[in-house]
């Protein structure tokens, strides 16, 4: 199958009425090079196999196939017809500035037209294409006019023009009502003479092409920057899905289904590579299958079998035997199941990814007629058609609705999945209404209602003609337009730190301005009206880590990170040397090697573990008390990990009764707050407190009225559990 | 062990996440790094008793062939094991009845209750069990096995406690159900009653939530005689639970069991923000979560036992294990391999912290029904958050449906998570003739496409059918009309995964047979629409037009099995394989063609791509 192509210049003026701008506003010079550059960054990152080239006109220097003499001068071919990349993007970064010269914008465009004609010779182009940037500040002869005419027909090249300010004429109340944001006023006001004329010069190439939407093809800068999605983008042609429209078993309507709404997904994953060598070849990640016994005894592949949960069995059921009896069924289909009123299919409840819009076979006026009857009189009926929908053989079939969806210019049928009854879950929440104590009072109720109306994104005008402030639909997707901006930055500045978020992304996302200025009043008013109190957690938690101020000023995602991280670090540091006692360095990581290794019997080195904790216990210090802390917490977690609750419990029980005498309250407390508290039945099978008991065990006795404070303690005891079984070991053994 | 579970738990809570969030976290590494920072909190295990009264009451039929109560529940039961084994079968369930004449619990303290299930998780057996049950048969066994004596719900409740104490699990939710036919259990047994009422409340002290699902009888059942101080209070202040009327119909009661029986879990609580400093907090819940077959177990083949799977990451030159601060990310575009940290990669995700912030409103016509893009989700306040969220989201809530607007919102739900425009779609509180909620009250976020998501279609052209064509149409539309139900279909796929599993589990020589509920009842509609379709089509076709000819050829093949008329296969000789590597032109081939050469010669291929091909096919050939 031949890939289909295009070709494209952008052809871009840098001459010297480019570089003026009036004071505070950025060089047309400037917006015109930013324009290019975010086209050919889209180019680069959706991997398009357009070709491009890149003319500048107004240059100091000439370097173009038609100069001779005097004629085609300051205009440089600065690249040639080739796929878009990094290189391209560096040189517009950093070749690209403003220059002195000026030059005829027609002999540009004569320039590229030569260009993609010679360049395009003997292969085959679906598309041809010159996007020309300039403000037409430079008087040119309308001579050759009607030949550059013949001749771009006659090539089948296609015009862009984006220039600085907007053609106002046609572009309002366009038919699809598209605002095209601000920025319309002063078309022709304070253009000068050779801007005008080569304006109409413009208009009449354009709508010589393009009769009727010639000029649609001409954009300001600012609503090309805005509105990136404007450039004529190859797009991945949505595959046509071609089926039979069945209602019962006669009547058959050949029709084509298309995806037309689907959430677009990150076309590239990011692959993993080696720190040093940046090579993807030097990393491996291996999974290996382990019993789950004390010896983690490996399992060769070969000798795992797959099974399946039915409840609390687990049946083994073989790849093959799976194949065999699985749901089997006749393939692509789209069968009418029956016909049901509109507002029974519940918006909420539409359930996959995606919209199909179903349009009768192409070129068959039959099944048009056909389909037009069914949608039409779907429509006139409100009802929707429920079918049977499998994409193919190999795909699971679905229940959907069929939607009528009649426009001006076509008509189809909308198709979206319906659930299964297994995929619902019937949950009912408290009334609202009912509910004396959440019941909003008139005041408040009118506060709300006020606080809509200023918050109206979708206005009348006096014409009746509705404009909507905020079209979710117009907004590009800020994940890739995120994604890719870094990409950029760091292929361009590889050392660099990561560039903010682009203003212009950012205020994309944000509430219209004018939303902001006219609810501010009424938004006073709710907070007025509305208390909202934080129910503040009995009392703030402070664990041993905010002591030793770790999460100070660090943000939450580095936070959850290093947290995960550090698990991994000790155990990298547990695996390494020879650990034979319970040393004072760190008690705590010998005390989980010692364990580990199973050479000494865990009595003997619980023992060892508890006489270091005494140990650093008769220093009333805090760095001290953190160091008792870290070994109770790994007493804790290697006691539920070999389900041995005994020894813990009984050694941390003759601790509380030892507080008061050897004054540790203050040790108690910050103990209290790591919630380190007995282990109960709940963690350890054999062990003999209850969780009741677990929980109120570490309330010392004057501060009864404190009880039960924040979380019991068995979540934060489960918390601990995951770390340790965090499956991804990534540790430092050394393996030759 | 109590470990391992509390990770499975939470791996089945991420699952829901990533049913909805599947398309976030490409990365395997980082998707499990943020298992642990949710948001939402790691809970143990549901629990469910069904309490269920074996008195003679039970077991009378109603006239003209009704379900008697007793196998009416039984019924009840039998599809909420069921729909646990496949929903969500690491909730454990119990089976108790009272006012039996034979005893069996497990220190035998208790006379008249039968355990018949204590608790545990739902299996095969016990499904089967339940069958036994069912119908007049299993009227039978109850009255050989159990039989009807004197009836202490005390004793009942009291048995149920110490179901309760005996599970080694930490439960998250405890729920027991009571169904009864009879108001007055002890018949005036004051010191009965007194004691039932003590050991309800030791239930509920315990945070055990107490239904009453009671059946209808001759008089009907009044609540308030005794059973209003047994069962647990409603969580609002309606008392909306006492107000039932008894349930005399199997659908009402599975709903009415179904409801209560599921526990609301959020998603995520986050805030929903309408300005800075105005943050109500909120939960959202999924409604409807695709149910998939879940994920194969792996076993190991001498013993059947669970094998555990470690992953871990070396270095290939020198074979030692890396750190992740040894390694980086990257991605290559346009011929450049741009490389980032770690957590820069994570960073670049990051919009705003984790919450809902209100952009304005529109009107409902303005929510397009083609703009989907994922499954809703549901936001219900939580007041025990941010005190006052309830009350200024009914307002909100009471405001938009009056005024039939939306609410567009931007919505972070986790850390690290780029936002997504949803709107929250106001939906009033809606009960059945039975009191029972059809629809909670709360807003429905329904997800918003952004540009990149709507993709831009050829239009073909569209010709119009006339008048009397579409009204031929509307006759057979309206000859086909059925009550649209979302809970009516079955999945087919899942369903026959389950059969398949309760043969095996079983022995059974075969599984069950499943109904395709979403294949077209061809031959009904067929009988319905009579002539029409012939009318019809008269209309709209052509004499000689046959809609299937062309796409019949394609689907008769697929019949045969195996598309073998697809196109003929051209193949490529050895030698002029051979001639194209002399001459370097094997690159002209296509990549069908080249793995059907690697095919053809059993040579087997690492990837797919052109060059991996390529060299297979050099590397066995060449030389």
């Given at each position: 199958m031949a890939r289909s192509r295009s070709a494209l210049v952008l052809c871009m003026d840098v001459g010297f009425s480019m570089s003026n701008s009036a004071p505070g506003d950025e060089s047309h010079f400037d917006l015109a090079k930013k324009i290019i550059q975010k086209f050919v960054q889209r180019q680069v990152f959706a991997e398009t196999k357009e070709e491009l080239a890149?003319?500048?006109?107004?240059?100091?220097?000439?370097?173009?196939?038609?100069?001779?003499?005097?004629?085609?001068?300051?205009?440089?071919?600065?690249?040639?017809?080739?796929?878009?990349?990094?290189?391209?993007?560096?040189?517009?970064?950093?070749?690209?500035?403003?220059?002195?010269?000026?030059?005829?914008?027609?002999?540009?465009?004569?320039?590229?037209?030569?260009?993609?004609?010679?360049?395009?010779?003997?292969?085959?182009?679906?598309?041809?294409?010159?996007?020309?940037?300039?403000?037409?500040?430079?008087?040119?002869?309308?001579?050759?006019?009607?030949?550059?005419?013949?001749?771009?027909?006659?090539?089948?090249?296609?015009?862009?023009?984006?220039?600085?300010?907007?053609?106002?004429?046609?572009?309002?109340?366009?038919?699809?009502?598209?605002?095209?944001?601000?920025?319309?006023?002063?078309?022709?006001?304070?253009?000068?003479?050779?801007?005008?004329?080569a304006l109409s010069m413009m208009k009449h190439i354009m709508l010589s092409l393009d009769e009727e939407e010639g000029l649609d093809e001409v954009y300001s800068f600012r609503n090309a920057l805005q509105e990136l999605h404007m450039f004529k983008r190859i797009e991945t042609r949505p595959m046509a899905w071609p089926c039979l429209l069945t209602i019962g078993s006669s009547l058959s309507i050949r029709i084509v289904g298309y995806k037309a709404v689907t959430e677009e997904k990150r076309k590239k994953t990011w692959m993993t590579i080696d720190a040093q060598s940046h090579q993807s070849e030097d990393v491996k990640k291996e999974t290996v299958y382990c019993l789950d016994d004390d010896n983690e005894t490996e399992v060769q592949k070969?000798?795992?079998?797959q099974g399946f949960r039915y409840g609390s069995d687990i049946v083994p059921f073989s790849k093959v035997d799976q194949e065999q009896m699985k749901y089997k069924h006749d393939g692509k289909c789209f069968a009418v199941l029956g016909f049901s009123k509109r507002n029974l299919v519940q918006r909420h409840l539409f359930m996959g990814n995606q919209v199909l819009k179903i349009f009768a076979a192409k070129d068959d006026e039959h099944a048009g007629i056909a389909l037009s009857a069914l949608i039409r009189a779907l429509d006139e009926l409100k009802m929707v058609a429920v079918v049977r929908y499998a994409y193919n053989r190999s795909s699971n079939p679905q229940v959907g609705a069929a939607f009528p969806f009649i426009k001006k210019n076509y008509e189809c049928l909308m198709y979206v999945q319906l659930p299964f009854t297994e995929d619902l879950r019937q949950f009912t929440f408290p009334s609202l209404e009912n509910n004396k104590k959440v019941t909003p009072s008139e005041t408040q109720l009118s506060a709300v209602d006020s606080l809509i109306d200023s918050m109206m994104l979708v206005e009348e005008d006096e014409n009746g003609e509705t404009d909507d402030l905020f079209r979710v639909h117009h907004i590009p997707n800020p994940d890739f337009q995120r994604l890719f901006q870094c990409l950029h930055h760091r292929a361009v500045n590889p050392s660099a730190p990561l560039p903010p978020i682009e203003p212009w992304l950012k205020a994309a996302l944000e509430r219209p301005e004018v939303i902001s200025e006219r609810c501010r009043a009424p938004l006073e008013q709710i907070k007025k009206n509305f208390p909202l109190t934080e129910v503040e957690k009995k009392k703030p938690l402070k664990t041993s880590a905010q002591i030793y101020g770790k999460d100070s000023g660090e943000s939450d995602v580095k936070k959850a990170k290093e947290d995960v991280e550090?698990?991994?670090?000790?155990?990298?540091?547990?695996?390494?040397?020879?650990?034979?006692?319970?040393?004072?360095?760190?008690?705590?990581?010998?005390?989980?090697?010692?364990?580990?290794?199973?050479?000494?019997?865990?009595?003997?080195?619980?023992?060892?573990?508890?006489?270091?904790?005494?140990?650093?216990?008769?220093?009333?210090?805090?760095?001290?008390?953190?160091?008792?802390?870290?070994?109770?917490?790994?007493?804790?977690?290697?006691?539920?990990?070999?389900?041995?609750?005994?020894?813990?419990?009984?050694?941390?029980?003759?601790?509380?009764?030892?507080?008061?005498?050897?004054?540790?309250?203050?040790?108690?407390?910050?103990?209290?707050?790591?919630?380190?508290?007995?282990?109960?039945?709940?963690?350890?099978?054999?062990?003999?407190?209850?969780?009741?008991?677990?929980?109120?065990?570490?309330?010392?006795?004057?501060?009864?009225?404190?009880?039960?404070?924040?979380?019991?303690?068995?979540?934060?005891?489960?918390?601990?559990?995951?770390?340790?079984?965090?499956?991804?070991?990534?540790?430092?053994?050394?393996?030759? | 062990?109590?470990?391992?579970?509390?990770?499975?738990?939470?791996?089945?809570?991420?699952?829901?996440?990533?049913?909805?969030?599947?398309?976030?976290?490409?990365?395997?590494?980082?998707?499990?790094?943020?298992?642990?920072?949710?948001?939402?909190?790691?809970?143990?295990?549901?629990?469910?008793?069904?309490?269920?009264?074996?008195?003679?009451?039970?077991?009378?039929?109603?006239?003209?062939?009704?379900?008697?109560?007793?196998?009416?529940?039984?019924?009840?039961?039998?599809?909420?094991?069921?729909?646990?084994?496949?929903?969500?079968?690491?909730?454990?369930?119990?089976?108790?009845?009272?006012?039996?004449?034979?005893?069996?619990?497990?220190?035998?303290?208790?006379?008249?209750?039968?355990?018949?299930?204590?608790?545990?998780?739902?299996?095969?057996?016990?499904?089967?069990?339940?069958?036994?049950?069912?119908?007049?048969?299993?009227?039978?066994?109850?009255?050989?096995?159990?039989?009807?004596?004197?009836?202490?719900?005390?004793?009942?409740?009291?048995?149920?406690?110490?179901?309760?104490?005996?599970?080694?699990?930490?439960?998250?939710?405890?729920?027991?159900?009571?169904?009864?036919?009879?108001?007055?259990?002890?018949?005036?047994?004051?010191?009965?009653?007194?004691?039932?009422?003590?050991?309800?409340?030791?239930?509920?002290?315990?945070?055990?939530?107490?239904?009453?699902?009671?059946?209808?009888?001759?008089?009907?059942?009044?609540?308030?005689?005794?059973?209003?101080?047994?069962?647990?209070?409603?969580?609002?202040?309606?008392?909306?639970?006492?107000?039932?009327?008894?349930?005399?119909?199997?659908?009402?009661?599975?709903?009415?069991?179904?409801?209560?029986?599921?526990?609301?879990?959020?998603?995520?609580?986050?805030?929903?923000?309408?300005?800075?400093?105005?943050?109500?907090?909120?939960?959202?819940y999924a409604t409807a979560v695709t149910a998939r077959k879940p994920g194969a177990v792996k076993l190991y083949r001498e013993t059947n036992e669970q094998v555990r799977s470690k992953t871990r990451t070396f270095q290939t030159q020198t074979g030692s294990l890396l750190l992740p601060s040894e390694i980086k990310k990257a991605q290559v575009y346009g011929k450049k391999k741009i490389v980032m940290e770690r957590d820069e990669v994570d960073a670049i995700k990051k919009f705003d912290d984790p919450g809902l912030y209100l952009i304005g409103f529109k009107p409902m016509e303005k929510l397009k029904l083609h703009h989907h893009i994922r499954p809703a989700i549901f936001l219900y306040p939580e007041d025990d958050q941010v005190k006052g969220s309830a009350c200024l989201f009914s307002a909100?809530?009471?405001?938009?449906?009056?005024?039939?607007?939306?609410?567009?919102?931007?919505?972070?739900?986790?850390?690290?998570?780029?936002?997504?425009?949803?709107?929250?779609?106001?939906?009033?509180?809606?009960?059945?003739?039975?009191?029972?909620?059809?629809?909670?009250?709360?807003?429905?976020?329904?997800?918003?496409?952004?540009?990149?998501?709507?993709?831009?279609?050829?239009?073909?052209?569209?010709?119009?059918?006339?008048?009397?064509?579409?009204?031929k149409m509307k006759e057979i539309v309206s000859k086909l009309r059925f009550k649209y139900r979302s809970d009516a279909f079955e999945n087919p796929v899942i369903q026959q995964h389950y059969r398949n599993l309760e043969a095996l589990a079983l022995d059974m020589v075969a599984p069950e047979e499943t109904d395709d509920l979403i294949m077209p009842k061809v031959e009904q509609m067929d009988i319905r629409l009579g002539p029409l379709i012939d009318e019809f089509k008269n209309m709209v076709y052509p004499f000689n037009y046959n809609p299937d000819v062309k796409p019949a050829a394609k689907r008769k093949t697929a019949d045969d099995g195996g598309g073998s008329e697809?196109?003929?296969?051209?193949?490529?000789?050895?030698?002029?394989?051979?001639?194209?590597?002399?001459?370097?032109?094997?690159?002209?081939?296509?990549?069908p063609l080249l793995k059907d050469a690697c095919k053809q010669f059993g040579i087997r291929v690492a990837g797919s791509k052109k060059q991996e091909l390529i060299d297979a096919l050099v590397a066995h050939l060449g030389s």
């Amino acid at each position: 199958m031949a890939r289909s192509r295009s070709a494209l210049v952008l052809c871009m003026d840098v001459g010297f009425s480019m570089s003026n701008s009036a004071p505070g506003d950025e060089s047309h010079f400037d917006l015109a090079k930013k324009i290019i550059q975010k086209f050919v960054q889209r180019q680069v990152f959706a991997e398009t196999k357009e070709e491009l080239a890149l003319v500048l006109f107004g240059t100091d220097s000439t370097k173009n196939p038609l100069h001779r003499d005097d004629q085609y001068q300051n205009i440089i071919v600065h690249r040639h017809l080739m796929v878009a990349d990094f290189e391209l993007l560096e040189e517009i970064e950093n070749q690209i500035h403003p220059e002195s010269q000026q030059a005829d914008w027609l002999d540009a465009l004569v320039v590229c037209m030569d260009l993609l004609q010679t360049e395009t010779k003997g292969k085959k182009y679906d598309r041809l294409n010159i996007a020309l940037l300039t403000n037409f500040s430079t008087a040119s002869s309308s001579d050759n006019l009607d030949i550059i005419i013949g001749n771009l027909k006659k090539a089948g090249i296609t015009l862009q023009f984006f220039l600085p300010f907007p053609l106002d004429e046609d572009e309002q109340g366009g038919e699809d009502g598209d605002s095209r944001g601000p920025g319309h006023q002063g078309a022709g006001k304070g253009l000068s003479s050779e801007q005008q004329n080569a304006l109409s010069m413009m208009k009449h190439i354009m709508l010589s092409l393009d009769e009727e939407e010639g000029l649609d093809e001409v954009y300001s800068f600012r609503n090309a920057l805005q509105e990136l999605h404007m450039f004529k983008r190859i797009e991945t042609r949505p595959m046509a899905w071609p089926c039979l429209l069945t209602i019962g078993s006669s009547l058959s309507i050949r029709i084509v289904g298309y995806k037309a709404v689907t959430e677009e997904k990150r076309k590239k994953t990011w692959m993993t590579i080696d720190a040093q060598s940046h090579q993807s070849e030097d990393v491996k990640k291996e999974t290996v299958y382990c019993l789950d016994d004390d010896n983690e005894t490996e399992v060769q592949k070969d000798n795992i079998i797959q099974g399946f949960r039915y409840g609390s069995d687990i049946v083994p059921f073989s790849k093959v035997d799976q194949e065999q009896m699985k749901y089997k069924h006749d393939g692509k289909c789209f069968a009418v199941l029956g016909f049901s009123k509109r507002n029974l299919v519940q918006r909420h409840l539409f359930m996959g990814n995606q919209v199909l819009k179903i349009f009768a076979a192409k070129d068959d006026e039959h099944a048009g007629i056909a389909l037009s009857a069914l949608i039409r009189a779907l429509d006139e009926l409100k009802m929707v058609a429920v079918v049977r929908y499998a994409y193919n053989r190999s795909s699971n079939p679905q229940v959907g609705a069929a939607f009528p969806f009649i426009k001006k210019n076509y008509e189809c049928l909308m198709y979206v999945q319906l659930p299964f009854t297994e995929d619902l879950r019937q949950f009912t929440f408290p009334s609202l209404e009912n509910n004396k104590k959440v019941t909003p009072s008139e005041t408040q109720l009118s506060a709300v209602d006020s606080l809509i109306d200023s918050m109206m994104l979708v206005e009348e005008d006096e014409n009746g003609e509705t404009d909507d402030l905020f079209r979710v639909h117009h907004i590009p997707n800020p994940d890739f337009q995120r994604l890719f901006q870094c990409l950029h930055h760091r292929a361009v500045n590889p050392s660099a730190p990561l560039p903010p978020i682009e203003p212009w992304l950012k205020a994309a996302l944000e509430r219209p301005e004018v939303i902001s200025e006219r609810c501010r009043a009424p938004l006073e008013q709710i907070k007025k009206n509305f208390p909202l109190t934080e129910v503040e957690k009995k009392k703030p938690l402070k664990t041993s880590a905010q002591i030793y101020g770790k999460d100070s000023g660090e943000s939450d995602v580095k936070k959850a990170k290093e947290d995960v991280e550090e698990g991994e670090y000790n155990l990298a540091d547990i695996t390494e040397g020879s650990v034979t006692s319970v040393g004072s360095v760190d008690p705590a990581r010998d005390f989980c090697t010692l364990v580990r290794q199973k050479s000494l019997p865990f009595g003997e080195v619980c023992q060892q573990l508890t006489q270091r904790i005494e140990q650093l216990l008769s220093n009333k210090n805090t760095q001290y008390y953190m160091k008792s802390i870290t070994c109770i917490q790994a007493f804790r977690e290697q006691s539920v990990k070999l389900e041995n609750a005994e020894l813990y419990n009984s050694y941390i029980q003759s601790l509380k009764s030892s507080v008061p005498s050897r004054g540790l309250e203050v040790f108690w407390d910050l103990l209290r707050q790591d919630a380190l508290t007995l282990i109960s039945r709940d963690e350890v099978e054999g062990s003999t407190v209850s969780k009741y008991e677990a929980n109120q065990f570490l309330v010392a006795e004057e501060k009864e009225e404190e009880a039960m404070a924040a979380s019991p303690a068995g979540d934060v005891g489960d918390v601990d559990d995951l770390v340790c079984f965090h499956i991804t070991v990534i540790c430092s053994i050394r393996i030759f | 062990m109590v470990m391992y579970l509390v990770e499975v738990e939470l791996k089945v809570l991420m699952a829901e996440w990533n049913a909805f969030y599947h398309n976030e976290d490409e990365d395997e590494e980082q998707e499990e790094g943020e298992q642990t920072s949710g948001d939402y909190k790691v809970t143990g295990r549901d629990s469910l008793v069904f309490l269920v009264d074996a008195s003679k009451e039970m077991f009378i039929k109603g006239e003209d062939g009704e379900l008697s109560n007793f196998d009416m529940t039984m019924q009840v039961v039998r599809s909420v094991y069921t729909t646990k084994i496949i929903s969500s079968y690491r909730d454990l369930i119990a089976l108790v009845f009272y006012g039996t004449e034979q005893s069996k619990n497990p220190r035998n303290s208790f006379k008249h209750v039968y355990v018949y299930h204590d608790l545990d998780e739902p299996g095969a057996t016990r499904v089967r069990d339940l069958d036994a049950l069912l119908g007049d048969k299993g009227e039978k066994l109850a009255a050989e096995t159990m039989g009807s004596g004197e009836t202490s719900l005390g004793d009942a409740l009291w048995c149920c406690a110490n179901l309760y104490s005996d599970i080694k699990y930490r439960l998250s939710h405890k729920r027991l159900m009571i169904f009864t036919c009879r108001d007055d259990p002890h018949g005036g047994n004051s010191t009965k009653d007194r004691q039932a009422h003590t050991k309800a409340r030791d239930l509920k002290e315990t945070g055990v939530m107490i239904d009453l699902m009671h059946l209808m009888k001759p008089g009907g059942f009044d609540v308030s005689l005794y059973f209003r101080d047994i069962v647990s209070p409603a969580e609002d202040e309606s008392e909306l639970g006492l107000q039932l009327k008894p349930c005399d119909k199997l659908d009402d009661l599975r709903k009415r069991v179904l409801a209560k029986e599921q526990k609301k879990r959020s998603l995520a609580r986050i805030k929903l923000i309408l300005d800075e400093g105005i943050n109500m907090a909120v939960g959202l819940y999924a409604t409807a979560v695709t149910a998939r077959k879940p994920g194969a177990v792996k076993l190991y083949r001498e013993t059947n036992e669970q094998v555990r799977s470690k992953t871990r990451t070396f270095q290939t030159q020198t074979g030692s294990l890396l750190l992740p601060s040894e390694i980086k990310k990257a991605q290559v575009y346009g011929k450049k391999k741009i490389v980032m940290e770690r957590d820069e990669v994570d960073a670049i995700k990051k919009f705003d912290d984790p919450g809902l912030y209100l952009i304005g409103f529109k009107p409902m016509e303005k929510l397009k029904l083609h703009h989907h893009i994922r499954p809703a989700i549901f936001l219900y306040p939580e007041d025990d958050q941010v005190k006052g969220s309830a009350c200024l989201f009914s307002a909100l809530l009471k405001k938009c449906s009056e005024k039939n607007v939306f609410a567009v919102c931007r919505c972070t739900p986790r850390r690290n998570i780029p936002p997504r425009f949803v709107a929250l779609v106001p939906q009033k509180e809606e009960v059945d003739d039975g009191k029972v909620q059809t629809k909670p009250p709360g807003f429905n976020v329904i997800f918003l496409p952004y540009a990149d998501d709507i993709r831009n279609l050829d239009i073909p052209h569209c010709p119009i059918a006339s008048p009397i064509q579409v009204n031929k149409m509307k006759e057979i539309v309206s000859k086909l009309r059925f009550k649209y139900r979302s809970d009516a279909f079955e999945n087919p796929v899942i369903q026959q995964h389950y059969r398949n599993l309760e043969a095996l589990a079983l022995d059974m020589v075969a599984p069950e047979e499943t109904d395709d509920l979403i294949m077209p009842k061809v031959e009904q509609m067929d009988i319905r629409l009579g002539p029409l379709i012939d009318e019809f089509k008269n209309m709209v076709y052509p004499f000689n037009y046959n809609p299937d000819v062309k796409p019949a050829a394609k689907r008769k093949t697929a019949d045969d099995g195996g598309g073998s008329e697809k196109k003929p296969k051209v193949e490529v000789s050895e030698e002029e394989l051979k001639n194209h590597m002399k001459n370097g032109t094997i690159g002209k081939l296509t990549v069908p063609l080249l793995k059907d050469a690697c095919k053809q010669f059993g040579i087997r291929v690492a990837g797919s791509k052109k060059q991996e091909l390529i060299d297979a096919l050099v590397a066995h050939l060449g030389s």
